[in-house]
Structure formats: structure tokens, C-alpha cells
């Protein structure tokens, strides 16, 4: 039996055990058809991209025509209906052809709570807009410059002003709100002396920024180490309908805490989707490449950091499974969704490492793409969460260890 068919056996085998597939055949062929559409956009696109650190208009087109960012949307406002299973297979194709989700994935791990939070109305208004690709729901405003992942302590406002709320405020890396219709906004409701539960006092609003930007409502781009499309946005007195408020007042720490463990093992998806492009470049190189009369594969030296790279993605995509088939079944998932997003986090970053090694000084020219991706992966390590933080997290609700922070 080939290494690859036992590795897919391995694969298929892992999935069907932590029951996050909805189908194993329409996952397998949701698989290969993203795979035909990734090759529509080579190598070559993303560096130009990179080089004009524009935004991947075409790509995040092509892929909400294809229907994949609207899996998660039920059947009955034109989506898919599918699990999180659907989702996962989706990020990690297009990471692993050397592309880059991260301009769409949000539209992803955000559907969650409007799903589970917003309106019959809500829902009516902007899922089947938003499945149809007439709508993007790409924007995220919750970090703010002085609050960071300290999001209890946040300073923007929104003030009840008859059937509005009006906005003031700050938030920062804001990634994809150039490129968004919609935004879900976490801001403070109430003041935080008033509330007797610490995260009591917070909402979330679904703020229109086609008409924010008419009143009040200020975009600024952060260029950074990768083209990642995100910015900081600034809101003066804009007045969003009362009718835009996404569940209860209040409540909306736990709404954006609900959509942050979706985003968790969405990103680990991606993160071994990475680390999977890394490793099949290295290993096609290490093969190719023949220095000293003898292929560089040949040597422990460089088979050795490959192969540990390997076992490290494999352990992080079985923890990556089993969060997301905690979340599909509704259970609270917030140690392995942690887990996952950190361990998959480090395996990509040691697939990237060993990846670069392996080509050495080619490793660094623009047209293998293995910088730019480089660069890519490393952001995960710190956002959306920094691992010291999910240890942080471990320490004190899992292992029962005084607060940290």
C-alpha cells in the first residue's frame, strides 16, 4: 500500500471517529473542487497581491459564486446547511494550494452568531444577501489599541438614543473592513461601574457600513509584514437602528465569545492546511534537489526536521477534529478549540521552518512563494489569540491554577 493512500486512509479514518463529517463523499468532493478553483489562481497572483498588497477581489468572487463561504448558512436562506466539517475542508484546501483565507474567513466564523443569536427578521434581511454574494460579512470590530485581547475592558460606546444607538469609539486591526458590507460591532451599552457581572454591559450591533461611512464612520489601512487587508476604524456619533442589535442588550460578550471558538478551529484548519503546502513543497524539493552526488532528502539532517514537522501537524489536526465535533454537537468546546488553534498554530510555523531550511537561499527568492507564506503563517501564533494566552487560559480554567492576568 502507497504512503499517500495510507495516509488518506489515516485521514478518513480520524474524521469519521470524531463524527464532524457530515457526508465523507461530499466532504471528499468539496475537497477537490476547491482545489480546481485554487488553481485558478496560481503562485503568481498571490505575489502580486503581495507585491501591491491588494486585496484578492477575484479569489473571494470566485469562491462566494462557488457557494463555499456560505456552507454554514441553512438551506432555507440559500446556503449549504453544513457543519463546521464543510467549512474546515474549505480553509484548509485553499491554504494548503499556496492561497490565502484569510481575506474571506471571516465571513465564516462570524455566520455563527447571527445564526444563533440574531432575529427572524435579521436573518431574513441578510443571509440570503449574504449566500447569494450580494453582501459581505467580513468585518469584525471587537480589539480596540488600549483593551487588546482585554476586551472587557473596551472603551467603545454605544449610547440608546430613541431607535438608534449612537456610536463612538475605536477599534484596531480590523482586518477586511475596506472590504465589507457589514460589521459586527461589540461595543458598551452600558457602563461598566453599573453592571454587577464583569461581563455584563456589552453588544453586538450589525452595523451597515455602506451607511456608516456616510455619517461618522472613518477607515485608516495598517500595512504589516503580509498582506493581510486590515485596518483600524473610527466611529464619531454614527447611528446605527435599534433593529441592528444582535440578540440582548448586554449579552453580547458571550454572543462574540460563541463565535471565537468557531474562529479558533476555523483558523487551525487553516494553520494545517499550511503546514500540509509546506511539507509536500519541502518534500518535492528534498527529492528534486541533488547536492554533493546524492539528493539533500537523502540526509537525515533534513528528512528529520520534515518528518517531526509532520507528526506535529498530524497530532494538531486530530485535536482540530475533535473541537469541531464538540461545536457541531453543541457541547462546550472552549479547551479543545484553544488547543487546537495553538498546537496548530506551532505545527504550521514548524512546517514553514523546515520548509525554508530545506531550500535554503532559494527559500527566500519571491517565486517559490515559501516567504510569503512565511510570513503568512507566523501571524497565527499571535492572532487572533497569542498562545501565551490560550496557556494562560489552560492554566486557569482547565488545570484549576490562580489567575494569571
Not at 315 to 338: I, K, P, S
Not at 384 to 399: D, F, G, K, R
Request: proline share 3%.
Amino acid at each position: 500500500m502507497g504512503r499517500n493512500r495510507r495516509v488518506q486512509q489515516r485521514e478518513s479514518l480520524t474524521k469519521m471517529d470524531f463524527k464532524t463529517i457530515d457526508d465523507a463523499d461530499e466532504i471528499a468532493q468539496i475537497r477537490e473542487s476547491v482545489r480546481r478553483l485554487c488553481e485558478q489562481f496560481p503562485g503568481e497572483y498571490w505575489r502580486r497581491m503581495d507585491r501591491e498588497n491588494a486585496y484578492p477581489s477575484e479569489f473571494v468572487n470566485a469562491l462566494s459564486q462557488a457557494g463555499y463561504l456560505s456552507v454554514l448558512i441553512p438551506e432555507e436562506y440559500g446556503g449549504a446547511g453544513m457543519q463546521l466539517s464543510g467549512a474546515l475542508a474549505i480553509l484548509e484546501e485553499v491554504q494548503r494550494a499556496g492561497a490565502n483565507g484569510a481575506a474571506c474567513h471571516a465571513q465564516m466564523y462570524m455566520m455563527g452568531a447571527l445564526l444563533r443569536h440574531g432575529s427572524d427578521e435579521q436573518k431574513q434581511r441578510y443571509l440570503p444577501a449574504i449566500a447569494a454574494g450580494e453582501l459581505r460579512l467580513q468585518s469584525f470590530g471587537v480589539t480596540e489599541p488600549t483593551s487588546g485581547t482585554d476586551t472587557l475592558a473596551l472603551k467603545t460606546v454605544a449610547r440608546r438614543e430613541g431607535d438608534h444607538y449612537v456610536v463612538n469609539g475605536q477599534k484596531v486591526w480590523t482586518s477586511r473592513a475596506e472590504h465589507s458590507d457589514l460589521m459586527l460591532l461589540l461595543a458598551r451599552t452600558t457602563p461598566r461601574e453599573e453592571v454587577q457581572k464583569r461581563t455584563d454591559g456589552l453588544s453586538v450591533l450589525i452595523v451597515d457600513q455602506r451607511e456608516a461611512l456616510k455619517g461618522g464612520m472613518t477607515i485608516k489601512p495598517i500595512r504589516t509584514m503580509m498582506n493581510h487587508s486590515t485596518t483600524e476604524v473610527f466611529f464619531d456619533n454614527v447611528r446605527v437602528p435599534a433593529e441592528n442589535l444582535l440578540g440582548e442588550e448586554g449579552k453580547g460578550f458571550r454572543y462574540i465569545l460563541s463565535g471565537m471558538n468557531a474562529e479558533r478551529i476555523l483558523i487551525a484548519a487553516e494553520c494545517i492546511g499550511d503546514a500540509k503546502w509546506f511539507l509536500d513543497k519541502a518534500s518535492a524539493y528534498a527529492k528534486e534537489r541533488v547536492v554533493f552526488g546524492r539528493p539533500i532528502g537523502q540526509n537525515q539532517g533534513v528528512q528529520f526536521p520534515l518528518a517531526k514537522a509532520y507528526a506535529h501537524m498530524r497530532a494538531a489536526e486530530l485535536m482540530v477534529h475533535r473541537a469541531a465535533g464538540l461545536y457541531a454537537a453543541g457541547a462546550n468546546c472552549g479547551e479543545e478549540a484553544n488547543i487546537a488553534k495553538m498546537l496548530a498554530a506551532e505545527a504550521s510555523w514548524m512546517a514553514a521552518e523546515a520548509c525554508l531550511q530545506t531550500h535554503g537561499g532559494f527559500g527566500f527568492a519571491e517565486e517559490y512563494d515559501i516567504e510569503r507564506k512565511f510570513r503568512e503563517t507566523r501571524l497565527y501564533q499571535v492572532a487572533p489569540i497569542s498562545s501565551n494566552l490560550i496557556l494562560s487560559y489552560l492554566a486557569e480554567h482547565v488545570l484549576g491554577l490562580p489567575r494569571s492576568y
